[in-house]
């Protein structure tokens, strides 16, 4: 069983940056990796990022390579999303599950987080 909690969504304008958390309990050290995804309104849950429990090799969507970051704290019970540069596609709501990338192979998700970029 693993508990994943989101938090740090909310209201912010283009161009500016806001910095996703998503706290881990249970036993997701049996995981390959935790990962951020994203669902827009009427659209797919489309994969972001992930870092591997492991190692913490880091994977980035193209979608979001070169705007957001990934990282962990040294527990390893602490992954973060910090999103640059946003932008008024990027309003959905956002989850951290166990998994990369993609969807069809999580196990647990977190209950998400709202981010809306508009001015």
């Known amino acids: 069983q693993v508990q994943l909690v989101e938090s740090g969504g909310g209201l912010v304008q283009p161009g500016e940056s806001l910095t996703l958390s998503c706290e881990a309990s249970?036993?997701?050290?049996?995981?390959?990796?935790i990962g951020w995804f994203r669902q827009a309104p009427g659209k797919e849950r489309e994969g972001l990022s992930c870092?591997?429990?492991?190692?913490?090799?880091?994977y980035y969507a193209d979608s979001v390579k070169g705007r957001f970051t990934i990282s962990r704290n040294d527990g390893k019970n602490m992954v973060y999303l910090k999103m640059n540069s946003l932008k008024l596609e990027d309003t959905a709501v956002y989850y951290c599950a166990t998994g990369c990338l993609d969807r069809t192979l999580v196990d647990f998700w977190g209950q998400g987080t709202q981010v809306t970029v508009s001015s």
């Open positions: 249970g036993e997701f050290l049996d995981y390959y990796a």
């Open positions: 870092i591997t429990i492991t190692d913490g090799k880091i």
